[in-house]
Structures are given as structure tokens and as C-alpha cells.
């Protein structure tokens, strides 16, 4: 199964133009649904505004070299590592799908563009790929589901209170786990039944509601995300902080500084 | 004045939820970031800003005065043990503070008194407090502000 290229196995029943135009249309479903929600929430408009105001406190003119320097920082760090979550847990489970999803979309598209021919040998690596990306999706995704949930801990829901927020970390899941199970199912070799077709059938739906969902899903927090913390970072570096005191220097008296408190959830 | 939750800087963590005394800062179910539900009940305490480890809240004063410009805004480091804040008047007028962060955790350090020496009268009648100067960490006595220092009428 590991080294089976699933749509290679699907091309013989659907062509391989039918498979590509599938990840085209979802690659726009993105791009609508993306800038739909930008132009509705105008939230990229408050963004702009928001620098341009943190601009006027700056105390520092930062040199090309200099924002070189802070944003590959910020990619290194805060997107690459995800360092505003702390060291936890919630970081774990944020790196495993966030990498998990990486490595299955890539996958996804590679072996649907290159090796979708009933013919094309796949090279191993590309299978290995997608199924490892799906794996950690499903691992990263359930832990964040069903133990990290902050309004679930916070709050006292319980663990199946499903609302709008879940719509993006659902629809992940539920694609990386039928398209696990669908491959597994065609790794069997069971002619025809209908299981691993009900399985394909689930793993479009999932796809479809997580690419089409964008407007109403946190998808675009992929985008946002980033761009915050470059933002965060450069108004760091060049002192205007967003108004923010700067890193104190603590005279000695202050003691050895505490450790932060875990949050109690209930 | 209430708080606010900057978007782009909450990552969801609870931090806040789990820390006001109110109750009033919620989980939202749609972008599951932190918002307060209930702006008219914040006494601004100031316990979520600081508690917030991305700074992502903020309070927000008045209609009639916040349009004109002030900015009261904290960061805490644990790992240093300060706590820093930076207030921008509307006047234009920034002044910075550092303090020790003086929270201990639950049931810790309560000094065990009946286990001390009883203190002299020239202790009591002392302007120090218990455990003062040891306990400030510092040699050299409390601070003053020597009375020449001052100047005369209003100023900032």
C-alpha cells in the first residue's frame, strides 16, 4: 500500500486529465474563496492600515539587509516552527498536520500531474510521501480534535459539540483518513466491490467541502498566519513594537525570573 | 474601558479564558480565537493582557477619549521575572516602567511566622515591612527619592 500510487490505480477507471482538472478546480476554489473573504472581512484593508499606523512610532529605519534578516528569521522560526505556540503540546499537534498536509498535497499533486497513467512507473517515494502525509495529518489533526481544543478544555463543552470553527480541522481529517482508508481498500485488489469506491466517493466530498469551504473555514489562517508574524516581527525590529514596552532589562533585584503557569483548564 | 483581541496576534490558547475573573473572555466558535462576550462587564483588571503570551489584547478606552491616541500596553517575562509597561498619554507624553512580577504560585512561600523571632519594638515602629530590605534583594536599603529631587507645580 505504502508504495502504491493510488491514482495511478484510479487512472485506469477516470482519465488522467479528469484527476488534473479536479486539483485545478480546488487549486481556484482556494483563490476565490480566499479573496472573497478578503474583500467581505477586510481584514487584509485593517492589516495594511495597521502597519502603516505602527509605521509613524517606528524609532528605527530598517535597512533592506536588516528586514532580509528579520523575516527569515520569522520563517524560520515562527512559520517553519510555529514558535508562538509555545513548547507543547499544541505545537506537536499543530507541526504534525501542518507537515502531514504539506507532504500529502505535494504528494497529491505530484503523482497526479506526473504518474497518472495506468502505465507511468511511480517512483516509490512520491507514494511513501502521501501516505506518511496523511498519516501525521490524521495524528496531528485527531490530537488537536479530540485533546486540544481550548474551548473544549476551557469551557467544559464536550469533545462531539461540533460549531463553525471545526469546519477546516474536520473537512482535513476526514481527506486524509478516506483517502488513507481508499487506499488501503485498493490495495486489497477487490475487484470492483463497492467499498473502496464509497471510500473515493468520501475522499472528493471531503476534498471538496475543505477547498470550497475556505469562505467559511479557518483555511486561510495558512495564509494570514504568516504575514502576521513578518509584521509582528519587523514592527520588533524597528522599535515601534505596536506600542508594546521593549524587552525589559531586569536589574538584578528582580530575581531569577518564575515559570509561567500551565493553564488550569477545567 | 474593555479588552479587545487583536486577530491576527490570538492563537486560541485559553490562556485568557482560563484567567479572567469575570468570565467574560469566550472562545469564539467561528475563527476559535479568544473574544470578550461581554465588553460592559471588564473591569479592566488587566489579568488577560498579561496573561496573554502573543499580546494579542489590548483595552480599549472610551469613545470620548480613545480617538485620541493613548496606548497602555504590557509585556510580562516570566523568564526574566519582570513585568513592563508602556504608556502613551494623548498628549504624545510615553513614559516606560519595569517591575518585579511578585505572583507566586498557590500555597507557596507563606512565610511561617510563629516560627520567627518575635520582632523588637524598634523593628515595629521601623518604616520597613516585614522581611524588608532582605526580602527586596536589595544591600544597599529601600530607594528614596531624596526631597531636593522634586520641583515645584505640575509636570511630567
Same mark, same amino acid.
Given at each position: 500500500?505504502?508504495?502504491?500510487?493510488?491514482?495511478?490505480?484510479?487512472?485506469?477507471?477516470?482519465?488522467?486529465?479528469?484527476?488534473?482538472? =479536479?486539483?485545478? !478546480?480546488? $487549486?481556484?476554489?482556494?483563490?476565490?474563496?480566499?479573496?472573497?473573504? @478578503?474583500?467581505?472581512?477586510?481584514? #487584509?484593508?485593517?492589516?495594511?492600515?495597521?502597519?502603516?499606523?505602527?509605521?509613524?512610532?517606528?524609532?528605527?529605519?530598517?535597512?533592506?539587509?536588516?528586514?532580509?534578516?528579520?523575516?527569515?528569521?520569522?520563517?524560520?522560526?515562527?512559520?517553519?516552527?510555529?514558535?508562538?505556540?509555545?513548547?507543547?503540546?499544541?505545537?506537536?499537534?499543530?507541526?504534525?498536520?501542518?507537515?502531514?498536509?504539506?507532504?500529502?498535497?505535494?504528494?497529491?499533486?505530484?503523482?497526479?500531474?506526473?504518474?497518472?497513467?495506468?502505465?507511468?512507473?511511480?517512483?516509490?517515494?512520491?507514494?511513501?510521501?502521501?501516505?506518511?502525509?496523511?498519516?501525521?495529518?490524521?495524528?496531528?489533526?485527531?490530537?488537536?480534535?479530540? =485533546?486540544?481544543? !481550548?474551548? $473544549?478544555?476551557?469551557?467544559?463543552?464536550?469533545?462531539?459539540?461540533? @460549531?463553525?470553527?471545526?469546519?477546516? #480541522?474536520?473537512?482535513?481529517?476526514?481527506?486524509?483518513?478516506?483517502?488513507?482508508?481508499?487506499?488501503?481498500?485498493?490495495?486489497?485488489?477487490?475487484?470492483?466491490?463497492?467499498?473502496?469506491?464509497?471510500?473515493?466517493?468520501?475522499?472528493?466530498?471531503?476534498?471538496?467541502?475543505?477547498?470550497?469551504?475556505?469562505?467559511?473555514?479557518?483555511?486561510?489562517?495558512?495564509?494570514?498566519?504568516?504575514?502576521?508574524?513578518?509584521?509582528?516581527?519587523?514592527?520588533?525590529?524597528?522599535?515601534?513594537?505596536?506600542?508594546?514596552?521593549?524587552?525589559?532589562?531586569?536589574?538584578?533585584?528582580?530575581?531569577?525570573?518564575?515559570?509561567?503557569?500551565?493553564?488550569?483548564?477545567? | 474601558?474593555?479588552?479587545?483581541?487583536?486577530?491576527?496576534?490570538?492563537?486560541?490558547?485559553?490562556?485568557?479564558?482560563?484567567?479572567?475573573?469575570?468570565?467574560?473572555?469566550?472562545?469564539?466558535?467561528?475563527?476559535?480565537?479568544?473574544?470578550?462576550?461581554?465588553?460592559?462587564?471588564?473591569?479592566?483588571?488587566?489579568?488577560?493582557?498579561?496573561?496573554?503570551?502573543?499580546?494579542?489584547?489590548?483595552?480599549?478606552?472610551?469613545?470620548?477619549?480613545?480617538?485620541?491616541?493613548?496606548?497602555?500596553?504590557?509585556?510580562?517575562?516570566?523568564?526574566?521575572?519582570?513585568?513592563?509597561?508602556?504608556?502613551?498619554?494623548?498628549?504624545?507624553?510615553?513614559?516606560?516602567?519595569?517591575?518585579?512580577?511578585?505572583?507566586?504560585?498557590?500555597?507557596?512561600?507563606?512565610?511561617?511566622?510563629?516560627?520567627?523571632?518575635?520582632?523588637?519594638?524598634?523593628?515595629?515602629?521601623?518604616?520597613?515591612?516585614?522581611?524588608?530590605?532582605?526580602?527586596?534583594?536589595?544591600?544597599?536599603?529601600?530607594?528614596?527619592?531624596?526631597?531636593?529631587?522634586?520641583?515645584?507645580?505640575?509636570?511630567?
Amino acid at each position: 500500500m505504502f508504495t502504491t500510487n493510488p491514482f495511478s490505480i484510479l487512472a485506469e477507471t477516470v482519465p488522467p486529465i479528469a484527476l488534473q482538472s =479536479f486539483v485545478i !478546480v480546488m $487549486v481556484a476554489l482556494v483563490i476565490i474563496g480566499t479573496l472573497v473573504d @478578503i474583500i467581505h472581512k477586510k481584514n #487584509v484593508k485593517y492589516f495594511f492600515e495597521n502597519a502603516k499606523k505602527a509605521k509613524l512610532s517606528a524609532i528605527k529605519t530598517l535597512s533592506t539587509g536588516e528586514k532580509i534578516s528579520v523575516i527569515s528569521k520569522t520563517i524560520v522560526s515562527d512559520i517553519a516552527t510555529t514558535s508562538e505556540l509555545g513548547a507543547g503540546k499544541r505545537r506537536m499537534a499543530h507541526l504534525l498536520g501542518m507537515y502531514g498536509t504539506i507532504l500529502f498535497w505535494i504528494g497529491s499533486v505530484i503523482m497526479i500531474f506526473c504518474y497518472s497513467t495506468p502505465s507511468s512507473d511511480t517512483p516509490n517515494v512520491w507514494p511513501i510521501i502521501w501516505h506518511v502525509g496523511a498519516i501525521m495529518t490524521v495524528l496531528g489533526g485527531s490530537w488537536f480534535w479530540f =485533546f486540544l481544543r !481550548v474551548d $473544549v478544555y476551557s469551557e467544559a463543552q464536550p469533545w462531539y459539540r461540533i @460549531i463553525k470553527a471545526d469546519l477546516f #480541522v474536520l473537512a482535513l481529517l476526514a481527506s486524509a483518513l478516506f483517502g488513507l482508508i481508499w487506499s488501503f481498500l485498493q490495495s486489497l485488489n477487490l475487484n470492483n466491490r463497492w467499498d473502496d469506491k464509497l471510500f473515493l466517493i468520501l475522499f472528493i466530498i471531503s476534498n471538496i467541502v475543505l477547498f470550497g469551504g475556505v469562505y467559511w473555514s479557518k483555511f486561510a489562517h495558512m495564509l494570514y498566519k504568516p504575514g502576521a508574524a513578518i509584521q509582528k516581527n519587523l514592527a520588533e525590529a524597528d522599535g515601534s513594537r505596536d506600542n508594546l514596552p521593549p524587552p525589559a532589562d531586569a536589574p538584578k533585584q528582580y530575581g531569577l525570573g518564575i515559570d509561567r503557569e500551565k493553564a488550569k483548564h477545567y | 474601558m474593555s479588552t479587545f483581541v487583536y486577530m491576527t496576534r490570538c492563537d486560541g490558547c485559553g490562556h485568557c479564558v482560563d484567567i479572567c475573573p469575570s468570565d467574560i473572555m469566550h472562545i469564539d466558535e467561528t475563527i476559535r480565537r479568544a473574544k470578550n462576550i461581554e465588553p460592559n462587564f471588564c473591569w479592566e483588571c488587566y489579568s488577560c493582557v498579561k496573561a496573554c503570551p502573543n499580546h494579542a489584547i489590548d483595552v480599549r478606552g472610551y469613545a470620548d477619549f480613545a480617538p485620541m491616541g493613548h496606548s497602555v500596553r504590557v509585556r510580562r517575562e516570566e523568564e526574566k521575572g519582570t513585568i513592563s509597561w508602556k504608556i502613551k498619554f494623548r498628549n504624545g507624553t510615553v513614559k516606560d516602567f519595569v517591575s518585579p512580577i511578585t505572583t507566586k504560585p498557590w500555597g507557596k512561600y507563606i512565610p511561617k511566622l510563629a516560627e520567627k523571632e518575635k520582632p523588637s519594638k524598634e523593628a515595629l515602629d521601623s518604616q520597613l515591612l516585614y522581611s524588608e530590605p532582605k526580602g527586596l534583594n536589595i544591600d544597599t536599603g529601600l530607594p528614596e527619592m531624596k526631597k531636593e529631587k522634586f520641583k515645584q507645580g505640575v509636570y511630567y
